[in-house]
């Protein structure tokens, strides 16, 4: 079965140019549209949808609000934030409202559409290079920066887990992880699992905000230890 897009963005032009590329794909059919998130709750009541893809500044209501309500929805679909520089913050409240990742809106076409299939298989998608930017950018605004992380949370991981669990933090991939650790990409997918399992968090992408809220990770993608 293909995976079911709904695009959410205020501009059809950007929208149309969106349905193209994904029409063009055998593994992949936009089901629904939407002008704002108003529109794309409404939509998602009555239509199946796999992935959405989310704009963040949009009228009525806007994409993160529209995030954390389809995200608190039993059996919601994956929702894949786009943004732009100018728009940092809004990416990082998206990922809290509970996207899976985000993406920059003048993303290759190849790289959207990897996105989109890792999100469907369950993966989420934090791209290394624009993790490190972004993250880096927004971070000092984080309420609770520079505050000494959850040592009580933390206690559950085993030392392998906290090193691979900085990595993500970081923006590193599975297999960039990998590398850097001397470890196969099953082995380091193991860790990651058990990371997410002993701190009761959805995905990676959680990761990221746990690891830079606690102060875990420094603004410049380092460790703060």
Do not use: W
């Amino acid at each position: 079965m293909p995976i079911r897009v709904m695009l959410v963005d205020d501009q059809v032009l950007l929208r149309t140019g969106f349905r193209m590329v994904l029409a063009a794909q055998p593994d992949m059919e936009v089901v629904a549209e939407a002008g704002d998130g108003a529109e794309a709750i409404e939509i998602l009541r009555s239509t199946a949808v796999d992935v959405v893809l989310m704009d963040v500044r949009m009228p009525r209501l806007d994409g993160v609000e529209a995030t954390s309500r389809i995200c608190a929805q039993s059996d919601p679909p994956k929702v894949l934030i786009l943004t732009t520089f100018d728009l940092d913050e809004y990416a990082f409240s998206g990922l809290k409202a509970g996207a899976s990742g985000f993406m920059l809106k003048d993303v290759p076409p190849a790289e959207l559409l990897g996105a989109i299939r890792s999100v469907h298989s369950g993966d989420a998608v934090v791209a290394p290079s624009t993790t490190r930017r972004l993250l880096d950018r927004f971070s000092p605004m984080l309420p609770s920066h520079g505050k000494e992380p959850e040592q009580k949370e933390l206690e559950r991981l085993t030392d392998r887990e906290r090193e691979v669990m900085l990595l993500v933090a970081q923006g590193l991939s599975n297999g960039e992880i990998a590398a850097r650790l001397v470890l196969s990409e099953a082995t380091v997918k193991t860790h990651v699992g058990r990371i997410l399992t002993k701190l009761g968090l959805r995905d990676r992408v959680q990761v990221v905000v746990l690891a830079y809220e606690s102060g875990l990770v420094r603004a410049g993608g380092g460790s703060a230890s």
